[in-house]
C-alpha cells in the first residue's frame, strides 16, 4: 500500500525559505502523478503543486513563482521548494499520488493515505 513521509518543515521568518521533501513508497512511481496539499487550520486542504510522470509541473496560483516542485526517481523522492514565504503559507503540508494531477482524482486517491505532514509556520 501507499506510504507518504514528509519532512522538511519548521518555522522560519516571512521572506525565508523552506525545503519540503517527501519519501514515497507502495505505488508505480514512474506512472502516477505526485503532488503537495496543504492544510491551514479551519480551511479545507489544497492542492498547491503538482508533477505529472513526464515531469510537466503545475502550481496554483498563490504559490506560483514562489513554490517550486520537483522530483528525483533514482531515490523515489518528491520536494517542494519554498521561497518567499509568507504568513499565509502557515499550514500542515501533506504530499500525495493519484492517476491524474486533478485535484480529485489525487483526493480519492489519497483516500485513508495521508501521512502525517509536515508543519510550516512563517512569521
Known amino acids: 500500500h501507499v506510504q507518504l513521509v514528509e519532512s522538511g518543515g519548521g518555522s522560519v521568518q516571512a521572506g525565508g525559505s523552506l525545503r519540503l521533501s517527501c519519501v514515497a513508497s507502495?505505488?508505480?512511481?514512474?506512472?502516477?502523478?505526485m503532488g503537495w496539499f496543504r492544510q491551514a487550520p479551519g480551511k479545507e486542504r489544497e492542492k498547491i503543486a503538482g508533477i505529472e510522470s513526464n515531469g510537466k509541473t503545475g502550481h496554483a496560483v498563490s504559490v506560483k513563482d514562489r513554490f517550486t516542485i520537483s522530483k528525483v526517481n533514482a531515490n523515489q523522492t518528491l520536494y517542494l521548494q519554498m521561497n518567499s514565504l509568507k504568513p499565509e503559507d502557515t499550514a500542515l503540508y501533506f504530499c500525495?499520488?493519484?492517476?491524474?494531477?486533478?485535484?480529485?482524482?489525487?483526493?480519492?486517491?489519497?483516500?485513508?493515505?495521508w501521512g502525517q505532514g509536515t508543519q510550516v509556520t512563517v512569521s
Open positions: 507502495g505505488y508505480d512511481y514512474n506512472s502516477d502523478c
Open positions: 500525495a499520488v493519484g492517476p491524474t494531477c486533478s485535484t480529485s482524482a489525487m483526493r480519492s486517491a489519497m483516500r485513508g493515505y
